[in-house]
């Protein structure tokens, strides 16, 4: 793979009920994004937006931050779906010797709709979607179905909820940064055996962009790239009744062709800081285990050993994760955002010390059944 | 001219906010393989289609195995019992998604004869005891109208000689 | 260092108004199907895939997900793109990238809609902005009518021009067994159709169609090997403007122009009319097929009308336009604008059956989405 | 095992009944100003680009071709001309209500005196014959106004 890198990341701050429209909330990020790459919109020539016509309430829903997203004048594009993937696209497009800059954005604004009667069309008309099945219902059919074969305890995934809250005090963007203990998690409302209030994510507004550019683009602009080592996105079966729920075979692919391209062999040594998409505290769990952070049925074992907490050798979600800033569609590209920061040694409070390659991960989908993994890297080499 | 489709505006802080909404009804052809298969649920019979390249058994059938691609055509009544997989007690309200009243419980069914689980409703039945490997029946719909709902939900098989 | 990219295989359905006998997944199934055959591989030869529709066309949310079962992307890289009218250009683009950038071998574009499940216009005007526009957007009808009102009076064009477009178009698609509307029209019909909104009438307009379009991509290693005859891509270009509907100046149509400017110079053409053998263009209304020929630089401004009485752009003309029969007669939204590339496509590959333009080195194809989003691509016999 | 027994090819179809979507849509900084002027003032503002001079309504934030903030309110008043028009007559489903619209109806591309793009809204006429592009016309405002685009009932020509 030729090489290419991320030199300018922006977002907002994640809330919930945000004043400004789709096209402001956009602005707001491009332009810091072209601000921290210290390029002006005249030096990006290609556009890549995110959107997503249920969320955002109308079809052809990329119309509406067209000017926002810089796309006037410029080859652009729009990719529908968490935001991880629209980031890929946009790294194919910077690497095709067409363009030599991507500038790529994504907005969501959950709380102006109904979520979830939103994710419920993503059930299919013809068979299941009259059962009223939504994120939480069909992510905790999958939870049970995971904790259930592997002993994994509520306790366990509770963890993960309190280390995440925990980290989003360090992160100015979070949108619920919180001092919770296992005992609040498992006091809070069950909303859908085994998952309570605690263990789901909030309903955040927000935006993304990221800047990618060639390499030699990037060595012309900044002195800080963040390059792109490896990327691979995956997709599980449809039905949820023909998915192993209990375990991703589809990040486990995503994993080991991003790992095989970055020439990662062993993640605990080589892999300083990951962020990956807790939509659910339980999802956490099984991604480490489908990322290859421990064995099938470990990931209860592995939050306990605190290996993954700030501190820990492998330290995942310092930004307090999604469970802490969960704007759809968004969501998997702050994931990008914040492990850039993390290389660059701009993450503030929440920074892990001496980064230099960080893990990305985004999913799509019901239950995940889409996975996209990325592996970025201070080092050249 | 009074076609004002914004139902209701809030003003805070100098900034408005309209409460719209969006209603495109739509009409989706279930195909000829869904047709079947509702047509199969009047006459209270389940049928899965099995591709004999996998050896899979589908329930709810499908046109296309998404494994190996092979049109399939092998249509297969299954049983109206199986086994639970796994399942969840839903105690939100979402009275325009929900069919049944919270809490109530949705599961993954393996059904006897098929390789892939349904995804459905359970009723009739004390969610506390709902168990993983517990057996179900399905209760069907007294009028059908073709539809995944002519399954009204699977029922624990109550064991003829408990207590 | 961008991978020579080429078309090795093209699969599309019959498109009619209403498929009850399928689902969407099974519809794109059979677009899928026909792809993979044309091009003599199975689905294990691909190695990603990328899908698009109109999301409130069918009301299926994260589409490429649902349709695993049709795309076969079990177990494969998918994503969806979408733009609306021009989503077919935009996956062309994906899938050109997608191979271009060295991340994939081959990989297949679908575009799919099942127009027959919702009511087009209650769908389509709900891309109009909610707060400003939506009640007032009855349909794309009323600009086109307008401009082509000014240019008639402008450049002495006539209705029966327009009609000539319309004719071309529809009696095309007799010789295409995929395309939906297929009856023989005189300009008489056309003039005699119900008019629409003045002076449109109904042949002047696209219908609505369920269809759905496949279209595989291969790097320069792998075409060859898969089709003596790979349609190479030469470039694709694309422009758009504006947010609200009365943002755009279509008297001007400057991404149109913006877009062919920039494709042409990708690809190295200075004299369209010559230097292209056949044409595949999203008109989605027979004045478009006057107007645009214009701002895409195939004639000088009011010239188009001459061009087209005497038969220019005809199948036996300099130039044929639209041998498939184009948007006018086959009109699956998500798909419509992959078809453009898929059957110029096939024109570069000589395997356009009975709609073949004979030595055809050099095909163009575009995208029209309704916000004035024009995406091309140019198709050649020969590499980069 | 062939094909179930009985009742031979029929296809089904499945209907979503009156499903419906709310939503609470933020106007934002710019639109909400806009909305305000309709309610507040009975006059339709717009926004200078500081770069280009491109005057749009409606407001937003960003000139697209400049890609510069704009924060110059331009009162554009209430009359301009008819640059395109529609006359629907073709009753599609009104996504708002689920219901077909009423016909003949109206739409017209409005360019107000002083702008450069068009607002979108009704004409009061719907006799292709009367309508004419380039043709004056002025915004007719509704007593009761409550910030939103249909504070103007409809256009009408002058």
Known sequence: MDRAAIIGVGQTKYERGKTKNFAELVYEVVRKALDDAGMELDDIDNVVTTTNDFWDGRTIACMAIAEAAGSYGRDATNVEGDGTLSSFYGLMRTLSGVYNSTIVTTHCKVSEGSPRKLFNQAFDPVYERLLGLDAISSSALQARAYMNKFGITEEQCALVSVKNHRNAKNNPYAHLPLDITVEDVMNSPMLAEPIKRLDTSPISDGACAIIMATEKEARRRTKRPIWVKGVAHCTDAYRLGERDLTYSSALETAAKKAYQMAGITDPWRQIDVAEVYDAFSYMELMWYEGLGFCGRGEGGKLIESGRTEMGGELPVNPSGGVLSAHSVQVAGMARIAEAVLQLRGEAGKRQVPGAKVALAHGINGICAQTHCVWILSSEER | ?163 | MARRTAIVGVGQTYHTSKRKDVNGQELINEAVKRALEDANLTLKDIDAIIIGNMDHFEAINYVDCWSVDGSGAFMKPIMKVTTGGSTGGTLGACAYYHVASGFFDVVMAIGWEKNSESDTQAAISTCADPILERDFFGGAIGPNAAEYAMYMKEYGATQEDAALVAVRDHNNALNNPYAHLRKFITVEDVMNSPMLCWPIKLLDSCPRSDGACAVIYASEDRAPKITPKPAWVHATAVSHDYVYFGDFDWEAMPTLEATATRVYKRAGITNPLKEIDVMELYLPFSTCGVIWMEHMWVCSRGESPSLIRRGVFDMEGELPVNPSGGVLSTNPIGATALIRIGEAALQVMGKAGDRQVSNVKTAMATAFGSCYWFEATILRATKP | MSAPAGRGKELLEISSGEAEHVYYWHCGHYMSQFLLGLRDRKTILGIKCPRCGRVYVPPREVCGRCFVTMDEWVDLGTEGYIYAFTVVKLPYIDPNTGKPIKVPRTDVYVKLDGADTCLMHWLDETDEKKIAVGARVKAVFKKRRRGTIHDIEYFKQI
């Open chain 2, 1 to 163: 001219m009074d076609n004002e489709t914004i139902f209701e505006v809030v003003e805070r802080d100098g900034l408005l906010v309209h409460q719209g909404v969006i209603r495109v009804p739509y009409t989706w052809a279930a195909g000829e393989v869904a047709s079947k298969f509702y047509m199969g649920l009047r006459d209270k019979k389940i049928y899965g289609i099995r591709c004999p390249h996998c050896d899979i058994v589908f329930v709810p059938p499908k046109k296309v195995c998404h494994r190996c691609f092979d049109n399939l055509t092998e249509w297969v009544e299954v049983s109206d019992e199986g086994t639970l997989e796994t399942f969840t007690i839903v105690y939100y309200s979402e009275p325009e998604l929900h069919p049944m009243k919270a809490p109530f419980a949705y599961g993954i069914i393996k059904l006897d004869g098929a390789d892939t689980g349904i995804t459905h409703l359970i009723g009739e039945a004390n969610l506390n005891r709902l168990r993983e490997g517990m057996r179900l029946k399905a209760v069907f719909r007294d009028e059908p109208q073709g539809n995944y709902l002519d399954i009204k939900c699977f029922k624990p098989i109550e064991r003829a000689n408990h207590g």
